[in-house]
């Protein structure tokens, strides 16, 4: 597939358009002019709804927290589209797919396509709350802009309420606390976290967070906004906020595909080619369903980017996506918690080893099955988190000892935590965001990348969730004494 034979014999670039210019479709991009660095096989437009260059949205609850300005998270400089030979429309929206003219619309213009992929994410769900209504004291959480806002009136000594005690909550919640707001999560449930982690975790994280600064209401929901004052809560309780920050769960953005007609369950259904159930449809990330791939994280969007430009340019028709195992990892400071496999089960045909420290902010859980790691919980742990991670991840048999691997005491022979990178085997992965090895970096180091600014070029290890960094330090360090 090195092009299309045009009318007069001669073969041309296929016009490949992307629609959303997010994490998904910005990786996307990259991807395929790394493959094709000449736009000879594949012509490129990137259509984006947003008025920014892309950026790093994982890293805005960083933002919020004061760890990063807006400018440190973007993914592309100002001349990426010249130079990646782009043709890129910033605030340009599609509104509408044509299939039968093979045809998108935007405001400004129509564009033609051999090939389409939906990158358009996925979109806040406000829950529908009397006097709820997004605007400078509500905001719910996905944007830049959204960040900015948040940010603005979050000032110390503001009252702010946080609807939802999921990830995206948590992370907001944690960070305005420590820009000194006055915090209250309202949370449905009974314990945080609920979808992640088991009771006796959530109960464990609470306190921890309580110790932080924030405030918790459970299972309450907002009745209603009064706007100035605050929220009025099912129960007849009241909080106070100058700002609600809307952390309630994303629903995949569908519309384009749905009014077009392709096969939409929860996302756009797609199979390991990445095609819709229009095969000259593709679609990735957040507003794609895969039966492998875990729903809202970068890691599957960007392995899944990988695939598809392997396809699109030729460079790889045998590729597929096969899914993702992720391990779920709340980012706020003075927090450390990772959630894998199995984390909620309870011990039906299986052995559970729990450790329970809530003065200690610490909670363990290990969920073996025929001598290997299925699930797991590791919060304020975070030795252990690096053994039991790397148990899971390559299918080790679990060390007699269980109560040691759950401390983080237990190394067994080929596994090592972040502190020793000379003993880690080569598989071991170092960034998860980016699917990136030791080996990799080995490799990388050994190819003339030799420092770790110069690894993170050239494997864009650390430039996901960022949490890989101080590894990606060890390893180089490592590296660099031999
Ligand atoms: C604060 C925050 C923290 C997060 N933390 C983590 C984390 O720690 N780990 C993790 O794995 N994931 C995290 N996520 C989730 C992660 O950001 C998403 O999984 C990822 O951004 C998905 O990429 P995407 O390109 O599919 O969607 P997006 O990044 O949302 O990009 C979609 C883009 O498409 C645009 N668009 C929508 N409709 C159209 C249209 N019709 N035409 C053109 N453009 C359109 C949107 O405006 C947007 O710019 C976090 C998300 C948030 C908000």
């Known amino acids: 597939m090195r092009g299309f034979a045009g009318e007069g014999g001669h073969v ?7 629609a959303g210019y997010g994490m998904a479709g910005a990786r996307l991009a990259d991807e395929i002019r790394r493959r094709d660095p000449e736009a000879e096989r594949v012509r490129l437009t990137v259509l984006g709804a947003e008025a920014h260059p892309a950026y790093n949205r994982v890293l805005l609850s960083t933002v919020v927290a004061g760890g990063l300005s807006p400018e440190a998270v973007r993914l592309h400089d100002d001349e990426w589209a010249a130079r990646a030979k782009v043709e890129l429309r910033l605030g340009a929206p599609v509104t509408g797919l044509d299939r039968s003219l093979r045809r998108v619309e935007t405001a400004t ?3 033609t396509y051999d090939a389409l992929v939906l990158a358009t994410g996925a979109s806040p769900w406000l829950p529908p709350v009397e006097g709820l209504e997004p605007g400078p004291e509500v ?16 000032r110390p000594g503001a009252p702010v309420a946080v609807l939802g005690g999921g990830l995206l909550g948590l992370e907001a919640a944690r960070g305005l606390a420590g820009r000194g707001a006055n915090v209250t999560v309202v949370h449905p449930s009974v314990h945080l976290l609920e979808r992640q982690v088991d009771a006796a975790a959530g109960r464990v994280l609470a306190r921890r967070l309580t110790g932080l600064g924030v405030s918790f209401r459970f299972e309450v929901t907002a009745a209603r906004h009064l706007p100035g004052d605050g929220l009025k809560l099912d129960d007849g309780s009241f909080v106070p906020a100058d700002l609600v920050v809307v952390a309630a769960g994303v629903r995949p953005e569908t519309g384009l ?5 392709l096969a939409v369950d929860r996302g756009i259904l797609v199979d390991d080619l990445l095609r819709s159930s229009d095969g000259r449809i593709h679609a990735l990330g957040d507003c794609a369903q895969h039966e492998g791939a875990p729903a809202g994280l970068v890691q599957p969007a960007w392995e899944q980017a990988a695939v598809l430009a392997d396809l699109l340019t030729g460079s790889d028709p045998a590729a597929r996506y096969r899914g993702t195992a992720a391990v779920t990892r709340l980012k706020a400071r003075d927090i450390d918690l990772a959630a894998l496999g199995e984390a909620q089960a309870t011990g039906e045909g299986a052995e559970v080893l729990t ?7 610490r909670y363990g859980k290990l969920v073996v099955r025929e001598n290997r790691v299925t699930g797991a919980i590791l919060l304020g742990l975070p030795d252990a988190a690096a053994t039991v991670t790397q148990l899971h991840d390559r299918g080790i048999p679990v060390p007699d000892d269980r109560l040691a691997v759950l401390l983080g005491r237990a190394l067994p022979a080929d596994t090592a935590t972040a502190a020793s ?8 992965l170092i960034c998860r965001c980016n699917t990136v090895t030791k080996g990799r970096l080995v490799d990388a180091w050994r190819g003339g990348a030799t420092d770790a600014t110069a690894l993170v070029r050239t494997t864009r290890a650390t430039t996901g969730c960022g949490s890989c960094r101080d590894t990606v330090g060890a390893v180089a360090d490592w590296l660099a004494a031999q």
Do not use: K, Q
């Open 421 to 428: 990178p000379a003993e880690l085997p080569s598989s071991a």
């Open 12 to 18: 041309s670039a296929r016009h490949v358009v992307i």
């Open 257 to 261: 595909a749905e009014a077009a007609g």
């Open 109 to 111: 213009g129509s564009y």
């Open 139 to 154: 905001v719910a959480f996905r944007t830049l802009d959204d960040c900015r806002r948040i940010v603005d009136v979050a």
């Open 355 to 361: 450790l329970d420290d809530p003065s200690g902010g």
